[in-house]
């Protein structure tokens, strides 16, 4: 039997995926967590071997949850349940270590595969997901350095990933604040959100990160 962990802010989607999979003999719902803070304490209690994982919750969200249960427990699979599908959030699943990524209309039997699937260390993507990542890769122009930076760093939001570019070509806050016509306040308050996301602690790293993903390739005059 599969020990599951069903994670979701939302009781009523909760408990309709408990009674859609009531009738599996494969999987065994061995507890529930409302947001990612429970969640995280639910695996370092229960001995879980999936967790199906909501992304957008309020505090602790779906990736954060990922990245500190997998961080303590390697071994164990998350799949990712989720209403929504774009580039950022699934390349986000991705990197946060999640084994396959679904959309909540699913049905019991695609849910039911994608459960044993991840279980047995195989990734997989509903088919609306699979597709969007078939049409990004096809439309990926390796020498461009926004579409890398995007896969490089899909935590990262538009905003953030165009200061980083500047900063790896070499401007200073100021020089970034009067080019995008915003505060100094606000550049300033992006490169800390940049470099606690990317996990650096100054300038010359973060410049280092972005350039190794194809960014800066110009340099101001």
């Not at 410049?207 to 972005?210: E, F, K």
């Given at each position: 039997m599969i020990r599951l962990l069903i994670v979701d802010d939302h009781r009523v989607?909760?408990?309709?995926i408990r009674l859609v999979l009531t009738s599996s003999d494969q999987i065994e719902i061995i507890g529930e967590a409302a947001s990612g803070s429970e969640a995280i304490d639910a695996v370092r209690r229960l001995r879980v071997?999936?967790?199906?994982?909501?992304?957008?919750m309020p505090g602790v969200d779906g990736i954060e949850a990922a990245r500190t249960i997998l961080a303590e427990q390697p071994g164990l699979r998350i799949l990712a349940l989720t209403m929504f599908e774009d580039n950022d959030m699934?390349?986000?699943?991705?990197?946060?270590?999640?084994r396959g990524y679904l959309l909540k209309d699913a049905d019991r039997d695609e849910l039911v595969r994608a459960i044993t699937a991840v279980h047995r260390g195989e990734a997989i993507f509903s088919p609306p997901i699979a597709q969007l990542l078939i049409?990004?890769?096809?439309?990926?122009h390796p020498a461009t350095s926004s579409r890398v930076?995007?896969?490089a760093f899909?935590?990262?939001?538009?905003r953030e990933r165009e200061i980083l570019d500047l900063i790896a070509q070499g401007f200073r806050n100021q020089d970034i604040a009067l080019?995008?016509?915003?505060?100094?306040?606000t550049v300033r308050n992006h490169v800390s959100n940049i470099f606690t996301k990317l996990a650096v602690s100054d300038r010359s790293q973060a410049?280092?990160?972005?350039r190794d993903a194809g960014l800066g390739r110009h340099s101001p005059d």
């Open positions: 989607y909760r408990e309709g071997d999936v967790v199906l994982m909501d992304l957008k699934v390349f986000a699943a991705m990197r946060a270590g999640m049409d990004w890769f096809a439309t990926m930076s995007e896969l899909p935590q990262l939001t538009g080019q995008l016509f915003v505060s100094i306040k410049i280092v990160r972005a």
